[in-house]
């Protein structure tokens, strides 16, 4: 996806979208760690007034972050219009143009009528649009407009969830509306990355090197030619350059395949802990590492029971069930799941491509972010799920599956082996012959 | 008529007779062990505006405990009774936000009977109900500092009914419904008395939050107060 051309204001709204979104997530999840999410009562006005002139003398205790946090998702669906306009009017001309923009900013005015119904309206239109767009992206994979109604909709819907939320008094809705936050940060940070210079090719992170071999997924020629690449070399110094030789498409393949199965096991551990935090319970287990002072809890009723009465709480009343605790034991397994499946991917990408190489780098960050992720998950449960503790584990979780998004987007375009130093047209042909026979030859790219 | 009016009478005088000989139970509620400590409620000494209400740090109700063990905030009911509210005509009840907490804490009230809630505080409070019995309303309502009172009635029995406030998430009340009005609520000295309860043999319970719930048989007489005391562990 590159649309046309690079536009660095465009990026810019982009990131500032994408960290705007994070700002809410951790407002959001202030809200629900000091369990304040029905401070106010009504929506979508506040206490009565519109949300915009409720005055902040009354933003008193549990209001403070509830009020707070509808202001700043106010702010990032303007934000999020915004960009899904730009990015229309930006890809298209004459009718279609102005047709876009026109609805888009008709869905906006029809938001400003502060009518329930028209809301539920909205929301409910919203997974057809997103499912329409989606098509459309697929069959327009160079352009970045529908991806931003995709984003558009996804806004609409997830402002209404958080509002219906309070309405209805469905704490089921509360994990519909936790979830969504993640997916759509995901998908905010994807469009700051696509409208990124580095993904516009214009620049790059690392200096290009002059020899290279690029395997490009887009020519069908170029990847039944790369098949017939000898599938392993070690790494050959040559003339001073070290030239690192794999069969791409296996070895690649399975990199990616490793990058995105870890990516969906994170957004696995999300959604259970999205369940585990809107019950409201509090703490299932209240020790760690033991739970209960044991490898595995006794969860049958009078245990339980017996939780329950122990149990000492100041904010977090609903009591807890076996099946609460049960999530949360298989919240802490998949935790370590996680933690080895990041590792064996940094590790993956360091072995086969150095420890200089872009991906290298970021799963090795990507790893540090589920080491920190691991210790405040500790954290929590050892300061008796503190707010801002248990809000930064959620703020964290956020980060680490975006990583693990933009590693798959970023692996799935194409990769580029290590090189050295500015090399002569005629030389680079000559070492990619060496290492991977005369047929070869002719599919080195040199850039 | 006139074997009507005879009737009527007789029917008259039997429920006379019965409330003549209707008795009352009391005991004594003490708690065996030594409870956990109370927990301060940081967040509320916390809250500029909240804080400034309280003098020293408020703390935790899990426990009210006498110097002798008496424990208070138990619910005691006699099981296996139901149909005989009479809520709809019964006093209300009152509970009140002060300091930025409910009180009192604990209470019972008949399925039917009004639950008066009032804001003694300067600052807004929601009071928000929070029922596990299906066909107990959730509600969630803001209330300004002083304002009109909020009336609450549930239609089905149901133990620790739970009241909150979601701008000061540490407010926290219980209220047990019975479709009877055969209960009481241990007092400070841990004592309790259950009034009018017919003659007959019945099952007594005592529940305490944390405590637990205890059983025992009891046989009121016409005309006789009985008495029955109960202990429960600190767990």
């Given amino acids: 996806m590159s649309g046309p051309g690079n536009n660095c204001w465009l990026h810019r709204l982009a990131l500032l979208t994408a960290l705007a979104t994070l700002a809410l997530l951790g407002i959001g999840g202030l809200v629900t760690s000091h369990g304040v999410g029905l401070a106010v009562p009504d929506w979508p006005n506040t206490f009565g007034y519109n949300m915009f002139l409720f005055r902040p003398s009354k933003w008193l205790g549990g209001i403070l972050y509830e009020h707070t946090h509808r202001l700043t998702a106010t702010f990032v669906g303007l934000l999020t219009t915004i960009l899904a306009a730009w990015l229309w009017v930006r890809e298209t001309r004459s009718g279609p143009r102005w047709l876009g923009a026109s609805l888009i900013f008709l869905v906006l005015a029809l938001m400003g009528a502060r009518n329930l119904p028209v809301y539920v309206g909205l929301a409910g239109l919203a997974p057809v649009v997103v499912g329409v767009s989606l098509y459309q992206a697929q069959r327009h994979p160079q352009s970045l407009r529908w991806w931003g109604i995709i984003a558009f909709a996804a806004v609409i819907l997830q402002g209404v969830l958080g509002g219906l939320r309070v309405v209805l008094l469905k704490d089921q809705l509360g994990i519909f509306h936790a979830i969504l936050a993640q997916l759509f940060f995901v998908l905010v940070c994807a469009l700051a990355l696509f409208t990124s210079k580095w993904w516009q090719g214009e ?82 287990i209240p020790d760690f590492p033991l739970a209960y002072g044991k490898l595995w809890p006794a969860i049958d009723p009078g245990s339980v029971a017996l939780y329950n009465q122990r149990r000492l709480e100041i904010t977090d009343a609903n009591p807890i069930s076996a099946s609460q605790i049960g999530l949360q034991m298989a919240h802490r397994i998949l935790a370590v799941l996680i933690l080895s499946a990041v590792a064996w991917c940094a590790w993956s990408a360091r072995r086969r491509f150095g420890r200089e190489h872009l991906l290298s780098k970021l799963t090795l960050g990507w790893l540090g972010l589920i080491m920190a992720q691991v210790v405040l998950g500790a954290w929590t449960v050892w300061s008796n799920k503190a707010a801002d503790v248990a809000t930064a584990h959620v703020l964290v979780g956020a980060l680490s599956l975006a990583t693990g998004a933009i590693l798959s987007i970023v692996s799935s375009r194409g990769l580029v082996l290590a090189g050295g130093p500015a090399a002569q047209p005629r030389l680079a042909a000559s070492l990619t012959e060496t290492a991977f026979g005369p047929s070869a030859s002719a599919i080195a790219s040199l850039q | 008529m006139k074997k009507t009016s005879t009737l009527i009478v007789v029917v008259g005088l039997v429920a006379a007779l019965q409330a003549t000989h209707a008795s009352d139970i009391t005991g004594t509620v003490t708690l065996k062990g030594t409870p956990p400590a109370e927990k301060e409620i940081t967040p509320l000494k916390d809250d500029p505006n909240c804080g400034k209400l309280h003098t020293t740090v408020p703390t935790t109700h899990f426990y009210v405990v006498g110097p002798k063990g008496e424990l208070a905030d138990v619910v005691i009911s006699l099981n296996g009774i139901s149909g005989q509210s009479t809520g709809a005509s019964a006093p209300p009840v009152n509970l009140d936000q002060k300091g930025c907490e409910y009180l009192p804490p604990i209470q019972a009230v008949q399925t039917g009977q009004k639950i008066l809630v009032k804001n003694s505080d300067p600052v807004l409070h929601n009071v928000h109900t929070l029922p596990a019995v299906a066909g107990n309303d959730e509600k969630n309502q803001a209330q300004a500092p002083n304002g009109p009172e909020l009336p609450f009635v549930f239609s089905k029995p149901e133990n620790f009914l739970k009241f909150k406030c979601d701008v000061h998430p540490w407010m926290f009340a219980w209220i047990s419904v019975f479709d009877h009005p055969y209960f009481a609520v241990s007092g400070k000295d841990g004592t309790f008395k259950i009034a009018n309860v017919p003659p007959g043999k019945y099952t007594l319970q005592a529940a305490h939050r944390k405590a637990g719930t205890a059983t025992q048989q009891i046989e009121v007489k016409a005309g006789e107060t009985a008495k029955l005391d109960f202990t429960l562990e600190a767990k």
């Fill in chain 1, 203 to 284: 620049g790059a992170l690392d200096p290009r090197p002059a020899l290279s071999l690029t395997w490009i997924s887009r020519s069908r020629r170029r990847q039944s030619a790369l098949i017939s690449v000898e599938k392993k070399l070690a790494p050959t110094d040559v003339g001073g350059y070290t030239l690192r030789a794999f069969s791409p498409k296996c070895e690649v393949f399975r990199l990616r395949v490793l990058l995105f199965g870890t990516t969906l096991l994170i957004l696995g551990q999300l959604i259970l802990g999205a369940t585990m935090r809107h019950q409201h319970a509090g703490l299932a």
